[in-house]
């Protein structure tokens, strides 16, 4: 099989040291369970939690993603609308970080992970665990 490559596991969530597990029990699309995530990784069984309160970390990177996402929504209105009042620019702010906040909670813990969680990519994982051994 061939090796997934970072930015793909990265964007599909999955296990930094196989590639192939989950990191989220439900889809990363999902506004299910958005804060919950695998203890171990299902495939390769990776410990994904290495400590209790390990992601508390990621609401930096989900703030700064806030953020972005709220300069660029500000920054287009005010290219695409001339004296548009406050009110569109709060209401499409609030509606812009609705909608995308299971992938901003979401993939700032896959960041996080992938930055801090010190997994390293091991290729002989994702064989084994192919093979059923784990």
Not at 82 to 94: E, G, K, N, Q, R
């Amino acid at each position: 099989m061939k090796n997934k490559s970072l930015g793909a596991a990265m964007l599909q969530g999955k296990c930094p040291r196989c590639r192939e597990g989950s990191i989220f029990p439900t889809g990363i699309f999902s506004y299910r369970k958005l804060t919950e995530v695998n203890h171990k990784c299902p495939n390769c069984n990776a410990v994904l939690t290495p400590e209790p309160d390990f992601f508390y970390g990621a609401m930096y990177i989900s703030y700064a993603f806030s953020v972005a996402l709220m300069v660029t929504v500000f920054t287009a209105i005010n290219v695409l609308v001339d004296h548009a009042p406050l009110s569109t620019y709060l209401i499409t702010i609030i509606i812009s970080n609705a909608l995308l906040l299971p992938l901003m909670l979401r993939y700032s813990k896959v960041l996080y992970l992938y930055w801090l969680g010190k997994l390293k990519y091991d290729p002989e994982k994702v064989k084994s665990s192919q093979n059923g051994i784990r």
